[in-house]
């Protein structure tokens, strides 16, 4: 079990690290997002807007990597590798444990270098509320990973895969407070926000590196946990399933 967990870990890690091209995307588009958005909207927030959405610009870095990282099972079934990790004796379950991990991990690394852009951002947080928000982003890697998992496995090319993340992940992100707050928004958008899971995590965040208290943050962790624990726990299910 641990050893296919680590194959499948490690050959997502290193596929990802050699691939610039792929880092470059997941880190530069929203880095480029909160420089050029924030810049634009700087005098409508008290405060600045970049220091604003720059919580939400960490979680739209870590909805890029930890997603786009499980479309490596829709290539990994078009090259027959899929088909002999099916075949061999690992347990299902150690499929998506290890595409978990590795889009975690690189949902992490993406996280942490998109940190180094704090003392651009004219936040100060300390090294506790540092760690924090990288304990926020490992949880929510998690949980969009076994939402990846979701979205990839029953797909059969990478372009129903790039239209579903227009369709459904960006409104997601769109929707969890990372431009706008709950506050001033209209009713309707305000009740799609509060039931949002992602919302929370924006919030873990923007607790930790802004210092605006949230509502509850324990609450707020044990909701994203929960959405950790039901993606990857259905996503398990899912490729459990014998016909598969």
Known sequence: MMLAVYSLWRRDVIRFLRQPSRIIGALLTPVIFWFVIGSGLGSSFEGGFLPYYFPGSLALIVLFTAIFSTISIIEDRQEGFLQGVLASPAPRAA????????STTLAVLNGVMFLLLIPFSGLTPGPGDLLGAVACVALLGLALSGLGILIAWPLKSTQGFHAIMNVVL???????????????????????????????????????????????????????????????????????????
Not at 95 to 102: F, P
Not at 176 to 188: D, E, M, N, T, V
Not at 213 to 241: C, D, K, M, Q
């Open 95 to 102: 499929i998506v444990l290890g595409k978990a991990l590795g």
């Open 170 to 244: 960006v409104p997601l992100w769109l929707l969890s407070g990372a431009l706008f707050p709950a506050a001033g928004a209209s009713a309707w958008v305000r009740a799609l926000m509060q039931v949002n899971p992602l919302t929370p995590a924006v919030d873990i965040l923007r607790a930790f590196l802004t210092g605006v208290p949230a509502a509850n943050l324990a609450t707020a962790a044990g909701t994203v946990a929960a959405f950790a624990l039901v993606t990857l726990s259905i996503a398990t299910l899912l490729v459990s399933r014998p016909s598969q």
